[in-house]
Nanobody
Framework: VQLVESGGGLVQAGGSLRLSCATG????????MRWYRQTPESPRELVAE???????NYGDFVKGRFTVSGDYVKNTIDLQMNSLKPEDSAVYYC?????????????WGEGTQVTVSS
């Protein structure tokens, strides 16, 4: 299983971007899908989490600006980011904890760069 992120880029402050994470597998109801972000100056932090069935969680800094969603036909997890700020600039990583009978298996995508200009 491989996670492939797309949708990053350069946007002005106040603008929007939509990131997508292609999972290449059917997303199980017990899989936990997450978006993290990291800058060279800061540790990796949780942006958003979604579990099939609708439960979502967000980092405190999101404050209603981002929405995570799943397309379970395409098997992608999307992150809609609105009202972007320069401090949102980071590499965004897709993360999956995939359920298996032997326990969860965690995998990471390679990341996609988001740059917000002021």
């Amino acid at each position: 299983v491989q996670l492939v992120e797309s949708g990053g880029g350069l946007v002005q402050a106040g603008g929007s971007l939509r990131l997508s994470c292609a999972t290449g597998k059917n997303i199980d109801s017990r899989d936990i899908m997450r978006w993290y972000r990291q800058t060279p100056e800061s540790p990796r932090e949780l942006v958003a989490e979604i579990i099939r069935g609708g439960r979502t969680n967000y980092g405190d800094f999101v404050k209603g600006r981002f929405t995570v969603s799943g397309d379970y036909v395409k098997n992608t997890i999307d992150l809609q980011m609105n009202s972007l700020k320069p401090e949102d600039s980071a590499v965004y990583y897709c993360n999956a904890k995939l359920f298996s009978p032997r326990g969860y298996v965690e995998i990471w995508g390679e990341g996609t760069q988001v740059t917000v200009s002021s």
